[in-house]
Every structure is written in C-alpha cells, then in structure tokens.
C-alpha cells in the first residue's frame, strides 16, 4: 500500500508540473532540491516527505489534496475530528 501512495503522489506532481509547462529543473530550484531528487519522487522510487508535498504544492498551484485526490481510501483524509 505504502508504495502505491508512493507512487500515486508521484504521478500527481508530475501531471501538475506538466499541466503548467514547467521542467524539472525549474521546479526543482522553487522547491529547493535536486532535479534528480524530483524524478525520483515523480517515479514514485522515493517517498515525498511532509515539507516536501507542501512545498510541490506550493509551486505547482494546487493544495495538497489535490496530490493526494483519487488515492485509494481517499476517504480517509476526507473524515474530520
């Protein structure tokens, strides 16, 4: 499961840096981290630390539920209290 998410929030930082035809590099240097550090998060090969998906969300003109919208159990982050 730990991998899907992984991979999930990857996938979705990619679509939004794409969908606003920005590079690697020019996110990458927004957020303060290696273009290939980025890739690896993009790929899903690295778990996204907390700072991190703030910081993409930032960047990327989205908030981080949007990141995280259509992960299974999606529910979840949506209950309150």
Known sequence: MVA???QHLGTRVALARE????TLAEVASQVDITVDCL???EHGAVRIPAIFVARLARVLNVTPRWLFNGLP???TFDRTG
Do not use: C, P, S, V
């Open 19 to 22: 969908q606003r035809g920005l």
């Open 39 to 41: 890739a690896e998060f």
């Open 73 to 75: 159990g999606q529910d």
């Open 4 to 6: 899907n998410i992984d």
